[in-house]
């Protein structure tokens, strides 16, 4: 059965303002020190399991010349514009029917498009292993991360028996929403929970039953869309069907709802790439503890994040702090506070500096 791949690439990313903004979001910033992109990333490493032919990628149309710009080499009729943001579901759902349209039936990959991954051999390897799973009936099968640290800012998958003719495979009893952090710990000591990845493999007409009984409506305005790839009135059927959608993510809808769900636990060196932090996990700190990248000058200063452009920033005596220099906007936050950055971006919106978003 033929292997596809769906690259969700619509996300705002506003955790990396002032960098990620509206018309430039996080997934098309390279925050890695080899001057490659999120999307960029994730296309290569998933390039040794699937032919560029058959990765498929989903974005805002606001997205599309930065999807054109940063990956050249997908085919244009693969880069799938969503109208307006409505979910995961809606947008797992177009790109099911496209990819039905082509095959009719295949294995499909679902990766979201800023995850970093450290050992790419062992993705694909786990990668490999579900689609094995996904093969068999109408099974769906979510990679989950075994967790190294009480997180509170994922959700979790409780998972039971080991699956019957397959190392490694579980079978999910139930999904459960980010937590507290005493819910965490426990998730933690307990052994029986993995961090959700989001990284998802199953059969096109899996996924599709699966729509078709339980998000019937999202269902019947897929339809139209599916009659219309390829013909002059498609962008307009698009427009329509998506904006009678209702904005619902594939786990709510589906994954803690539906039968024969199947996890792999993941062990690949995964990042969500989800805050400024990020940069200490994924690039070399030096002497000092600091992540610099830029026109900077340290002197005694610390465990600090520095990311400038062409004017030169100067840092004397801190410690513990994010800087992030702009052409128009400067960011300083305390490291603890990082999750504060998105109350900046709502400040903004409702002030209506848009020219900062």
């Not at 890695?32 to 974005?59: A, C, G, P, W, Y």
């Not at 959608?245 to 994954?255: C, F, H, N, T």
């Not at 999750?339 to 978003?357: G, P």
């Amino acid at each position: 059965m033929k292997i596809t791949v769906l690259i969700m690439a619509g996300g705002k990313g506003e955790r990396f303002w002032p960098k990620s903004r509206k018309n430039f979001p996080k997934q098309f910033l390279n925050l890695t020190s080899d001057n490659k992109t999120m999307i960029q990333h994730t296309v290569e490493r998933i390039s040794e399991l699937v032919e560029e032919e058959n990765i498929f990628i989903v974005t805002n149309k606001e997205y599309k010349d930065l999807v054109y710009e940063q990956l050249p080499n997908i085919p244009m009729q693969n880069i799938l514009l969503e109208p307006m943001a409505k979910n995961t579901a809606p947008c797992i759902g177009l790109a099911a029917m496209h990819i039905k349209k082509k095959y009719e039936d295949a294995i499909m990959i679902v990766l979201p498009a800023d995850h970093l991954i450290k050992y790419t051999e062992l993705f694909i390897d786990t990668l490999k292993e579900g689609i094995k799973v996904a093969e068999e009936d109408s099974n769906l099968v979510t990679i989950g991360i075994m967790p190294s640290y009480p997180e509170t800012g994922y959700g979790y998958i409780n998972f039971g028996s080991r699956k019957e003719n397959h190392t490694g495979v579980y079978n999910v009893k139930y999904f459960v929403e980010k937590p507290n952090i005493e819910k965490a710990k426990e998730y933690l000591s307990s052994g029986k929970y993995l961090w959700n990845s989001g990284i998802f493999i199953w059969k096109v007409g899996s996924i599709l039953e699966n729509f078709k009984n339980l998000l019937p409506q999202i269902y019947e305005d897929l339809i139209p869309i599916y009659e219309s790839i390829g013909q002059p009135n498609e962008d307009e059927i698009v427009y329509y069907q998506f904006n009678k959608m209702k904005a619902v993510s594939i786990d709510y809808a589906i994954m803690e709802q539906a039968e024969n769900i199947f996890t792999i636990p993941g062990n690949f060196g995964w990042d969500d790439v989800g805050s400024w932090l990020t940069l200490e996990r994924i690039n070399t700190t030096n002497e000092s503890g600091n992540v610099v990248k830029g026109n900077v000058i340290t002197i005694d200063t610390f465990d600090s994040i520095i990311q400038a452009e062409d004017k030169l920033i100067a840092l004397v005596g801190i410690e513990d702090l994010i800087v992030v220099d702009t052409e128009d906007a400067l960011l300083i936050v305390d490291k603890n506070k990082t999750q504060d950055i998105k109350k900046v971006v709502e400040n903004l919106k409702i002030c209506n500096r848009n020219q900062y978003l």
